[in-house]
């Protein structure tokens, strides 16, 4: 029997219209690769009021199971083996808490994207979950539900970026997919110096080189595309001739860096699976 790529696969839901259609993307991928649904909501609204008389409001304590059959009829939930959990707490913290239960676990959370005030004073929770989790995240992006057939890897030839080809090549036991590996050439930050901007370029293309060879070394006769440029730009562009994109980022600085993926998080179209 092939491994499954994910055994489990947990959805954040909020009653919001577009978590719907993450829902659904989750149970497609369950159903092709074989992985249990797990829906969680981190209640933030724990109090309604029922009126006993004209202008008398009593607070009712809204119960655990009354989201959890509110979640079900929400979203239309048919999945008999499905769990759904309902509790109080932040979204990010809940849903990490719940997948950490669940062995071989994949996070799926929807990003619509915010105006810039919201997002400075807000935050989103997916992105989040995309720079803090140390589980997998699928973050779904625009309003398709998509077969990943065709999968973009970003990848800056270090080996922690090898991690997300490993996961492309478990989603191809599942379901078969083509990937290509996608590396962009962005040039060191010109200086005054020509002599000291030439000694940096050759130093960042040497580093490039050795990269490259452990790359083909470990994955003999890889499909990779070179690009130079500006690395969010080309990624964003790249991405448009895929379904999904893989990606890992870094603590440390790269061009995978935790500000790079936050960026490409909100200029790119299609749903992008980050993990650490």
Request: net charge positive; aromatic share 10%; hydrophobic share 40%.
């Amino acid at each position: 029997m092939l491994e499954k790529p994910f055994k489990t696969i947990v959805v954040g839901v909020d009653f919001s219209p577009y978590s719907k259609i993450v829902v659904k993307q989750a149970d497609l991928l369950c159903h092709l690769w074989g992985s249990n649904l797990v829906l969680v909501h981190a209640i933030h609204d724990p109090i309604e009021y029922a009126t006993a008389a004209p202008y008398l409001m009593i607070p009712n304590i809204i119960s655990r199971d009354v989201y959890v059959t509110r979640i079900k009829d929400f979203y239309d939930i048919k999945n008999l083996t499905a769990k759904i959990y309902a509790d109080r707490g932040s979204p990010s913290s809940l849903i990490q808490q719940i997948a950490k239960r669940f062995p071989r676990s994949l996070i799926m959370v929807g990003y619509k994207g915010h105006n810039a005030v919201t997002e400075f004073f807000f935050g989103s929770t997916a992105q989040g979950l995309a720079l803090k989790s140390r589980i997998p995240v699928w973050i779904h992006r625009g309003n398709k539900i998509i077969k990943p057939d065709k999968v973009l890897v970003p990848h800056d030839l270090s080996k922690k970026s090898n991690h997300s080809i490993n996961i492309v090549k478990k989603l191809s036991l599942a379901n078969p997919t083509s990937y290509e590996v996608f590396y962009v050439n962005q040039k060191p930050f010109p200086v005054l110096d020509y002599s000291t901007y030439k000694k940096m370029n050759n130093k960042h293309m040497k580093k490039a080189e050795r990269g490259l060879k452990r790359l083909l070394k470990e994955y003999p006769n890889i499909p990779i595309v070179y690009s130079d440029g500006e690395v969010g730009q080309k990624i964003a562009k790249r991405s448009k001739k895929f379904d999904l994109l893989v990606m890992t980022h870094h603590n440390t600085p790269s061009f995978l860096s935790k500000s790079e993926v936050a960026s490409i998080l909100k200029k790119v179209s299609v749903p992008i699976i980050v993990t650490h």
